[in-house]
């Protein structure tokens, strides 16, 4: 076939257009994807960081510790706290005047650094856990994935703390002389057969924390299990093994 030149036809620049209008619509739904995934992990991980500096300050500070002194160490040690987030979001630590162990971060986009915030309330959270499960009878392990009881009561904690329901696990377990509370990273779109990490707080059965405050990292494989005829993911407690 002959050219009539070395342009394009009209036809042809329709087509190319619509393909790369085609290729477009494809790509950036991937691209603003990722993007905000990676945000998310830089922001938290960036929180991590700020909230063991507030842990530090805590435990070994000089000055007594309240809000300015956190943001004080963090600003000394990470930079101004509006560089913490990439997206812009602002990230902010609490301490509360009322109680100030109960410190929390957390970014107004993003939400907190879930699985260390929680560990400051593993007590209320295994409070909560005898006085609506244990004191009713129930026994074993109680899961945040399960489909009952579980899931009300993950919703009830990440109200209460401001924490994001999708961010975080947590398991409890009655044993003969105490309770362990396991926290840990959301495992319900995982698979079973996968290792999970997160920090688990003993308790005696007085519910007195036994260890340090800050808990022991662990890490431990998921399972399946039905649950009134849900599947479930649960933390396999029988898989954990303690890091030093
Ligand atoms: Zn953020």
Redesign the pocket.
């Known amino acids: 076939m002959k050219r009539r030149n070395k342009g394009f036809t009209l036809i042809e620049l329709i087509v190319v257009v619509a393909i790369l209008v085609l290729l477009m619509l494809m790509l950036v739904p991937q691209l603003t994807g990722f993007t905000e995934t990676a945000?998310?992990t830089v922001?938290h991980a960036n929180?991590l960081n700020a909230y063991k500096i507030m842990v530090l300050e805590y435990t070994l500070g000089k000055e007594s510790f309240d809000q300015e002194a956190a943001e004080k160490a963090i600003i000394e040690k990470l930079g101004p706290l509006e560089k913490?987030?990439?997206?812009g979001?602002e990230?902010k630590p609490n301490v509360p005047d009322s109680d100030t162990s109960k410190f929390t971060i957390s970014?107004?986009?993003?939400g907190g650094a879930e699985q260390e915030i929680l560990g400051n309330y593993s007590k209320d959270m295994l409070e909560m856990a005898i006085h609506d499960f244990y004191d009713k009878g129930k026994i074993g392990q109680l899961d945040s994935t399960g489909p009952n009881f579980g899931m009300k009561f993950k919703k009830t904690i990440a109200d209460k703390y401001g924490l994001n329901v999708d961010n975080f696990d947590f398991a409890v377990v009655k044993k003969s002389n105490g309770y362990s509370v396991y926290i840990f990273d959301a495992i319900v779109n995982r698979k079973p057969g996968e290792v999970v990490s997160g920090k688990v707080y003993e308790y005696d059965n007085q519910e007195v924390l036994i260890g340090s405050s800050e808990g022991q990292s662990f890490t431990g494989e998921i399972s399946s299990k039905p649950v009134d005829k849900v599947q479930i993911n649960y933390l396999n407690v029988g898989s954990v093994k303690l890091q030093k």
Do not use: N, R, Y
Request: glycine share 8%; net charge neutral.
């Open positions: 945000a998310d922001c929180q913490l987030c990439p997206s979001g990230v970014c107004k986009i993003h």
